[in-house]
């Protein structure tokens, strides 16, 4: 009987299968990033390399020798004391030491700090508990500290802000009065995150992370791109890390673009030039975990798509390795032998610059 | 021109988003006597699954989704003179939707939701974050056939089995169908839980919804 190799399904479910059978998934998940992207395929010796890796005896793998990279790590304390929900582990710990401790002692390279909501918009009135934060953290901390949450543009329609939800206008055939709502979401959305930076950068940030853009659609990418540029024009050393939600970006509005480009549907390769152009200087691109496909093809089909984003960006790349992206199964913990073997397989393969 | 090729142009005037399209090519769809169950189905609701797969790939958008669904039901009301009363009219069936209790993840439930009424279902859309309890006091008002359930965080995925539990107590398990979707949920959870479908997206919730409700 062939040997089979533990490896994962989708969901983290543990499944054996042969190195056939992997290669099989690999080369399928590649396919379909091939055809969504059109990008180019792995060559055999990449393929090769990533059946390697993800038959690789031991449960942890690491990076060659000299091939290390940065890691950023975002939402600072919240993977400490939040709870599972929160993708935490429940130990209670102030904003500040979640911050050292990930500088100190977890090797994080550069760090963020967030609000328990995570969401620009509900920064506003607690902003100066914000930046007292930040002085606090920054008085104690050698790494970069930038501030951060998700632009989540959701935040400004109704029952949770000022416009109509264009979900509810457009399934009564308001299209034109969901696009108007879209576009008046994106104005308000920019102006608030070039708020709470301005102030966040008065009180010593070394710049800020956009973490999930485009959560709610184009729009989402849109008012983040008009912020980024705005901020890079009134600071030019400011860091700007511009991490994505997920792999498209879902054109709700449709029509919205940015430097003549069209932003609703745009895959990772297309996105980091838009990105760069705006003026970050690090992208965070992202590919969806699929729960009903294996580690194989998850892996495939996210080194495939990662690999082009890296080609095409005139920027650093930090791929978004976690629950659920980067070819990582959707588990609260996720599982060390997929985390791992992922984070070796972006790094070695797909090129990028950081995780 | 043989059928075939006109269930394509009628399928094509859907993908292409235009209601003057359409309303021509079911013009002269009726004028070759074909009958208008099969312009629907074989055309018109042929080429909505199209723009539903075409979305899914970042395509097509949803405002094109829903000028398409608009197209569409100005060809269907052309038609409905040809047909016996009502039955153009008549709903496909009746689905209630939601996002299960504690989770306010509702962009995908809602495209879920948009796509089911494009396809000429009654959705009754609940929103995000929906005590269990509503479900089943919603499926008992609408009289529903199926209710779809979504949830994105492993840690709300369980409402989707309370809810089936809950309405095995209440007697009104073998009247709906239950689907379940969202990106934690897989076909494994659905088997699991004794749901009666699992979708990963939005065209195949359409998909399953027509095989189980037609
Ligand atoms: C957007 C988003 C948000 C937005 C949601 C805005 C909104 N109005 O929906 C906001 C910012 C509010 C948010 C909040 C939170 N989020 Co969130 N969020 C996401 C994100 C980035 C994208 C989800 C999405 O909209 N995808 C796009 C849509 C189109 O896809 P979809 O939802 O999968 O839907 C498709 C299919 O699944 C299917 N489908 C969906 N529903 C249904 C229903 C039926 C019946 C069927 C058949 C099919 C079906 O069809 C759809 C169309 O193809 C995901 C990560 C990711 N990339 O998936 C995290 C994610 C889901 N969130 C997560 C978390 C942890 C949270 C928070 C707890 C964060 C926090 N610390 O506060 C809160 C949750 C609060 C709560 N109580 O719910 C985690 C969940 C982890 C877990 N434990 O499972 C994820 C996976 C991110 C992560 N890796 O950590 N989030």
Known sequence: MATEHMLRMGDGKRIFLTKEQILADLKEGMADAVDLGSIPELSGDELDKLLEIITMPARMVGVEPGKEVPVTHDISTIRLDGDQGNSGVGIPSSRLVGCMMHERAFGADSMELGHIDYSYKPVKPV?????????????????????????????YYTPDGPFENPGDLMKAFKITEAQESMEHAAKHLTRDIVWIMQRMMSAGADGVNFDTIGAAGDGDLYASLHAIESLRKQYPDIYIEAGMAGELVLGLHGEMAYDGVTLAGLWPHQQAPLVAKAGANLFGPVVNTNTSKSFAWNLGRAVTFIKAAVKASPIPCHVNMGMGVGGIPMLETPTIDAVSRASKAMVEIAGVDGI | MNKEETFKKLSDAIVSCKKDAVVAAVQSARNEGIEPAEIIEKGLAAGMNEVGVMFERGKLFLPHVMMAAGAMEA??????????????????????????????????????????????????????????????????????????????MTTTLPGQREVIEMLKEQGLRDKVKVMVGGAPATQNWADKIGADCYAENASEAVARAKELLL
């Open chain 1, 127 to 155: 902003v100066a508990q914000e930046m007292q934060a930040m002085e606090v953290c920054q008085q104690n901390m050698i790494i970069p500290l930038l501030y951060g949450a998700m632009p989540n543009m959701g935040l």
């Open chain 2, 75 to 152: 060809g269907v009301s052309l038609l409905e003179a040809d047909m016996p009363k009502d039955a153009a009219k008549k709903k496909l069936g009746v689905i209630v939707n939601g996002t299960v209790e504690g989770d306010v993840h509702d962009i995908g439930k809602s495209i879920v939701s948009t796509m089911l009424q494009s396809a000429g279902f009654e959705v009754h859309d609940l929103g995000r974050d929906v005590p269990l309890q509503d479900f089943i006091d919603k499926i008992k008002e609408t009289d529903a056939g199926m209710v779809g359930m979504s949830a994105l």
